[in-house]
């Protein structure tokens, strides 16, 4: 119990998110409420928050107040990084989506393969432009060549980002961690200027 319990609290303070595929032994500790209410008041010490995503797929940290000059200057830098690597991560999104035929957006659980996904950007001329475009993009830069190298390569940049898994060779799986974009991209599209001192907002996505 202490062990998962440092465990847990280190994954959250090192910035990571906690869901029942990335963690699952992490994540069924979290949804016993005494648990989460240790964990809590630890990070709290350090004027952190636990938070869970809406729909309850993923649990990570924000900023507990923002009421100090260095706070809201970490709080502003944090989102100018989320909100520079939205772009690139839509198209992504955009593409895969595209490649699978999926009508809903890619959510936790969800299992890519890449041999689908390639095989349907090598069908279609709009999706090789997009994929290339992407390999060259700062967020998903790579130097590999070829279509399968290149998408190879930019589904390894969303593992290292937390957002997929490469449970086997060829396939994928989705992390709760979409769930924490979607609600950034909703706040992001229904908040066109972000003044950091407010700070209910804010401390709602950091």
């Not at 029942?20 to 994540?27: A, L, V």
């Not at 350090?46 to 507990?64: D, F």
Request: with cysteine; charged share 25%; net charge negative.
């Amino acid at each position: 119990m202490n062990d998962l319990f440092a465990e847990v609290v280190e994954a959250l303070l090192a910035g990571k998110f906690i869901c029942e595929y990335s963690n699952p032994e992490q994540f069924q500790f979290l949804l016993n409420d005494g648990r989460r209410d240790k964990v809590n008041h630890y990070v709290g010490q350090m004027g952190r928050e636990l938070q869970c995503s809406p729909g309850g797929e993923t649990y990570y940290l924000v900023m507990q107040s923002l009421a100090r000059p260095e706070t809201q200057r970490a709080v502003v830098e944090t989102m100018r990084s989320v909100i520079n690597e939205l772009e690139p991560i839509i198209r992504c999104l955009q593409l895969i989506d595209s490649a699978q035929k999926n009508d809903s957006p890619l959510l936790p659980g969800d299992t890519l393969r890449e041999s689908v996904i390639l095989r349907a950007i090598e069908d279609a001329p709009a999706a090789i432009e997009e994929l290339e475009a992407l390999a060259r993009s700062q967020k998903f830069k790579t130097t590999a060549s070829g279509l399968a190298g290149k998408l190879r390569g930019i589904l390894a940049k969303l593992v290292d980002s937390g957002y997929l898994l490469h449970p086997n060779e060829g396939f994928y799986t989705a992390t709760g961690k979409w769930a924490w974009l979607y609600e950034v991209i909703d706040f992001v599209v229904h908040h066109e200027h972000i003044d950091v001192q407010e700070e209910h907002e804010q401390e709602s996505l950091l």
